[in-house]
């Protein structure tokens, strides 16, 4: 059983920052991509940012410049530094990755989805 466990969102005002932080546990063999996706109300779900175990990066344009993603593989963490926020940024913010899980020697890749965390910023 593998679990996303999000913390960091909250409020904050437009040209403010704020850190998201997303934990993996449980039997977890490796983890390739993790990143983050949000969803604001009465839209689709859609890309935040994307970074590899290797440590190759993809951001949404909406993002480019203000947001960072990074991650500390001996923890099974991602980050996402959100810097300059706007109110358009406001959104659910759900932490994604995709695992490989071992069980008696066998091996599974499957994705996997936190809670989601809430990030409202007001203008």
């Known amino acids: 059983q593998v679990q996303l466990v999000e913390s960091g969102g909250g409020l904050v005002q437009a040209g403010g920052s704020l850190r998201l932080s997303c934990a993996a546990s449980g039997s977890i063999f490796s983890i390739n991509v993790m990143g983050w996706y949000r969803q604001a109300p009465g839209q689709q779900r859609e890309l935040v940012a994307t970074?590899?175990?290797?440590?190759?990066?993809n951001y949404a344009d909406s993002v480019k410049g203000r947001f960072t993603i990074s991650r500390d593989n001996a923890k099974n963490t991602v980050y996402l530094q959100m810097n300059s926020v706007k109110p358009e940024d406001t959104a659910v913010y759900y932490c994604?990755?995709?695992?490989?899980?071992?069980?008696?020697?066998?091996?599974?890749?499957?994705?996997?989805w936190g809670q989601g965390t809430q990030v409202t910023v007001s203008s």
């Open positions: 970074i590899t175990s290797g440590g190759t990066i």
């Open positions: 994604n990755a995709r695992i490989t899980t071992s069980q008696a020697m066998s091996f599974m890749t499957s994705e996997y």
